[in-house]
């Protein structure tokens, strides 16, 4: 089967060039091993559904556990509305998920879902399914931001921290491991949908162990993709020089680096006379992903233009070049960080080379535009079709 760069959706390794991400896999493997509570939060295009979805295949793979994997992307704003709803609706949603691949503990989960009616008996009803299966559950629910603005959404997490805390009494089974995936830290909901000042420690999610894995791929990572798409396309390059150059670019942003190979293969070889891959061809793919709108690129400029603070932020540190500590429990620094926007290091960096460019462009091309409004003096000397006004 023919193999591409891809930059939409799930990698899957039989149909796509992928980077090195067994070390990662261990990683969050060990964690749910260990049976941690953990959320996987990391900017736009990161990896996090590829990664959930290749834990999947690895915990099913092992016969020790049931991997149910669940998305909130797409759940009606009706079914957040209120504990209840939301119940139902993860009640309805593990049921589906279940029924693809647990067909005897569907029908348990059957009779189960009638008895549903809030976060309680959700509790009950987990308890109950957890201690019929005969192998530790597993579940990871992608896309949490969706639902992250609910208050029923953090009565649900209440709901599982309190399961989490029970775990060991009788009658209080529950899931082995819970990932969550999402932009955001869920330990931050509480700034999300009530004044800060009152519950700066009422996270419903404290008992999340720290999720430590680097998301990023290094040069060596990079290298084993590009050993694979040369051996099976014949194209001849120095990888280690190539993967080098690409981190230098991207800082080992997943989607980065794919898009800037995927142009490479599918949009610059084809117009040479040869199958060689070089440093100006990587050049070039840079070029052509800063003249292109994609939808990485309107997520970046989309988050700094909600947030006045952050733009201005950006813009001290890009634009006026002033030297801020890289501080993560300052506000406006942790959102640039969620958003892939700054880098964690002692100074406060753009994370990447290429959204430094991307920024810098915006940035000064929207100031230029505002001076030119703000000192636009002509109208004060024209008369009417444009002519000049002599005194």
Known sequence: MKKRFNITGVCIPRLHYMMDNRAKLDAVMEMVELGDYFTINRPRQYGKTTTLH???????????????????????????????????????????????????????????????????????????????????????????????????????????????????????????????????????????????NEVQFNSPWNIAADFKVPMYFNPKEIATMLVEYSHTKGVEMEIPVMADKLYYYTSGYPFLVSKLCKTIAEDILPNKDDKIWTLQDIENSVLLLLKENNTNFDSLIKNLENNSELYDLVYRVLIESEVIPFNPDEPVTNLGRLYGIFKDNGQLKIHNRIYEQRLYNYMTVKTMIALKSQYNYSSHFTLEHNALEFV
């Open 54 to 196: 290749l834990l999947q295949e690895r915990l099913e793979a092992t016969k020790d556990y049931i991997c149910l994997k669940l998305s909130f992307e797409d759940v009606d704003e009706k079914w957040q509305q209120s504990d209840e709803l939301f119940a139902q609706m993860f009640a309805i949603r593990l049921g589906k998920e279940l029924s693809n691949t647990h067909a005897l503990l569907k029908v348990v989960w059957d009779d189960l879902v009638p008895t549903v009616t809030d976060s309680n008996t959700l509790s009950e009803a987990i308890s109950h399914m957890a201690h019929k299966a005969e192998k530790e559950i597993v579940l990871l629910i992608d896309e949490v931001d969706a639902s992250s603005n609910y208050v029923a959404f953090l009565k649900f997490l209440s709901m599982l921290r309190n399961k989490y805390l029970e775990r060991y009494r009788p009658g209080n089974e529950t899931f082995h491991s819970l990932v969550l995936a999402g932009v955001h830290d869920i330990k931050a909901l509480k700034f999300k949908l009530r004044n800060p």
